[in-house]
Every structure is written in C-alpha cells, then in structure tokens.
T-cell receptor, first 114, second 112 residues
Framework: DTEVTQTPKHLVMGMTNKKSLKCEQHMGHRAMYWYKQKAKKPPELMFVYSYEKLSINESVPSRFSPECPNSSLLNLHLHALQPEDSALYLC?????????????FGDGTRLSIL | GQQVMQIPQYQHVQEGEDFTTYCNSSTTLSNIQWYKQRPGGHPVFLIQLVKSGEVKKQKRLTFQFGEAKKNSSLHITATQTTDVGTYFCAGPDRDNFNKFYFGSGTKLNVKP
C-alpha cells in the first residue's frame, strides 16, 4: 500500500493532446516532487514544490507544467509531448523538502506518447 | 550536480548467497539514503545514514557509510527471492541541500 496516490496509472496520448497527471498525499508533508524514470534507469528529478511554492525546476522543457493547488495535491500538466517523453512519472513527498528526509513515492503513471 | 555511482549494475545470485552493492560519490555527502524498487513498482525508502562510519542493520540487510562519507554499501546475507529488485542509493546535491540524486542502481536477481 502506498500513502501517495497517483492517477491515472496508465496514460496513452498523442503528441497534440493535453492531459494532466495527478498526485495526492495526506501525510501532512509540505514538499512534493515529480520524477521521470525511463526503463532500467534511476528516477530523475524534475520539479520540487516546498510549502506549495516551486523551489526546484531541473531545466524541464516547458511542455511539462507543474502545479501545486494545495499542500496535499500536485499536478503535472502535459502538452505537445514527444515520443521520448514516454516513461514512468513518479510523484513523491517528504516532510519539508530537506534531503535528509525520506521520500515516499506513489505507484507512478506509465505514460506512452504515440 | 551531484553524481553518485553504483556498482555492480547487475547481480545474479543463487538463493542463499550473499549480495553487496556499492555506492560512490565524488564529494563528501551529508547523508545517504537507500531505496528498493521491485519490478513494476516504485522506490521504497529503506534507510538513511548520517554519521561517518555508521553501520545499520535491518534483519539480513547491513548498511554502511564510509569514514570519509563518500561511499556506502548495502550487504544482504543469505538472499531470498523476495530480495529481487533494484537497489538505489541517493545522496544530496552538494550545492543545494534540498535535492538529491539517485545512484545508477544495482539490479538484483535471485534464482530459487
């Protein structure tokens, strides 16, 4: 069981579509993360929100747009993606965002771009 | 950014054999974390090491942090099929304490 919930679990979209990935946690954590993971590779950090403010953007292309409506929710808006963006997208949370805190991951959204 | 390397990339063992994965950083780490990701699953936090030379045990798993805080290891005694997965270490970025990078990972396969 995971305390970080991601929807949808799978998503197939065309390059012209607009879709959103959603993430929710109810552990009272104030930091939330988006990672991208390609097959047989480690998770790569994309964005970090701390206290609902974007604190880290790892030079992610603008076709990925994060949003943190409140401390429990994190969205990733997708538009005009490329086939190489196909990957597992993981959401995670931690207490306040310091790297000395464990991160709790959701099950991920497996995204395929046609 | 911080680069954390892990070896080996893959390890195939017979059930009951021991397994070790090593994590090396080019710079001193304030702390290091270990995660396990089962096939088709998500990373799950195992442990965090903070002190120089620290050793922690979780049943058959032994975690060590090097004296110089630049390397770490995870040792599994008498592997079981439930140990199958990819083990990642993760360390903080030297310039930004609020982010950390995952090591390249070691994929463990255990043959029954």
């Amino acid at each position: 069981d995971t305390e970080v919930t991601q929807t949808p679990k799978h998503l197939v979209m065309g390059m012209t579509n607009k879709k959103s990935l959603k993430c929710e946690q109810h552990m009272g954590h104030r930091a939330m993360y988006w990672y991208k993971q390609k097959a047989k590779k480690p998770p790569e950090l994309m964005f970090v929100y701390s206290y609902e403010k974007l604190s880290i953007n790892e030079s992610v292309p603008s076709r990925f747009s994060p949003e943190c409506p409140n401390s429990s929710l994190l969205n990733l808006h997708l538009h005009a993606l490329q086939p190489e963006d196909s990957a597992l997208y993981l959401c995670a949370s931690s207490q306040t965002g310091n790297s000395n805190q464990p991160q709790h991951f959701g099950d991920g959204t497996r995204l395929s771009i046609l | 950014g911080q680069q954390v390397m892990q070896i080996p990339q893959y390890q195939h063992v017979q059930e009951g054999e021991d397994f070790t994965t090593y994590c090396n950083s080019s710079t001193t780490l304030s702390n290091i974390q270990w995660y396990k990701q089962r096939p088709g699953g998500h990373p799950v936090f195992l442990i965090q090491l903070v002190k120089s030379g620290e050793v922690k045990k979780q049943k058959r798993l032994t975690f060590q942090f090097g004296e110089a805080k630049k390397n770490s290891s995870l040792h599994i005694t008498a592997t079981q099929t439930t140990d199958v997965g990819t083990y990642f270490c993760a360390g903080p970025d030297r310039d930004n304490f609020n982010k950390f990078y995952f090591g390249s990972g070691t994929k463990l396969n255990v043959k029954p």
